[in-house]
């Protein structure tokens, strides 16, 4: 019993079932939000490629055919922003999933809530912690970064060992020692990033000083809101164009089991490493 129940949860809260990950929803300044990963262990080495759709309905139910595709032919990415909804004004009664066609089989995401389906007092308990996240420290260096998030699917690159799976060029520029082609999703907006560390690692950001001749630093820093960030997902700070590989993270405050704010040890990459030539989109 008490395995049903945590299934049920886990569906609810984070949009998991067999196929999917998570499937996550959140209100941003471009409307909403959806971010989803996959159970890579659930596919098949013939499962790629995966295209998603993203499906929108106006009750909450698991019944496909009250879902209306708003996006189809989703390839490369595991994001979408829902822009056709109004930022300012009621809350958004809408709820999606994501429809994952591979060349095997059709299957679904649960149904996405907003944050997981808190309540209103839940909901304004979340708004109020993530405010305060935010705004408390303005005497704290923060700034704008574009998250890469690294992929762990799709086509195999032709440096990868096709027999122990390791990665024999670690510089490889078709997938940036990722082993999967393009090496990363890049994150349609920007995240802003707070910076915990101590002020002696932040003189990396003085834009005076060249790339060559900065240490290689760690610093600790948060962000609030989605999608969950992994060990080895990027940062990039474009201002400077100064990298940063994730060494940890993890969920500093949820409510309700949704990821509210996440604390991150990040590790500005070395002015060689490959990352420096992937090419940012827009
Ligand atoms: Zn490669």
């Not at 027999?163 to 999967?180: A, H, M, Q, R, S």
């Not at 950001?205 to 809101?225: E, L, N, W």
Request: charged share 20%; hydrophobic share 35%.
């Amino acid at each position: 019993m008490s395995s049903e129940i945590g299934t049920v949860a886990s569906e609810m809260t984070y949009g998991r079932n067999e196929w999917f990950h998570y499937a996550l929803a959140e209100i941003t300044s471009g409307g909403i939000s959806l971010y989803w990963d996959l159970n890579y262990n659930a596919f098949t080495l013939e499962d790629p490629p995966f295209v998603f759709s993203v499906l929108r309905a106006t009750e909450l139910t698991s019944d496909t055919s009250a879902y209306t595709a708003i996006a189809e032919n989703l390839e490369d990415t595991y994001s979408y922003i829902d822009s056709s909804i109004p930022s300012i004004g009621k809350w958004p009664h809408y709820y999606y999933m994501i429809k994952l066609e591979t060349d095997l089989r059709t299957v679904y995401s649960p149904p996405v809530m907003l944050y997981g389906g808190l309540s209103d007092r839940q909901r304004a308990l979340a708004r109020g912690i993530i405010r305060r996240a935010l705004l408390s420290p303005r005497h704290l260096q923060h700034f704008a970064c574009i998250l890469l998030k690294r992929k762990y699917s799709g086509t195999v690159c032709s440096c990868r060992d096709s027999i122990t799976e390791e990665v024999l060029k670690p510089d490889c520029t078709e997938c940036y020692g990722t082993g999967f082609v393009g090496g990363y999703y890049q994150e349609g907006s920007e995240k802003i990033l707070i910076v915990n560390s101590p002020l002696n690692s932040i003189e990396t950001f003085d834009k005076s000083v060249k790339i060559g001749s900065v240490t290689p630093a760690k610093m600790a820093a948060r962000f609030s809101g989605l999608p969950p960030v992994r060990y080895n997902d990027v940062f990039v700070h474009p201002a400077t164009n100064r990298r940063f590989y994730v060494v940890s993270s993890k969920v500093a405050a949820e409510i309700h089991g949704f990821p509210l704010i996440q604390e991150l040890e990040l590790q500005l990459a070395d002015y060689k490493d490959v990352i420096y030539k992937f090419s940012l989109e827009g």
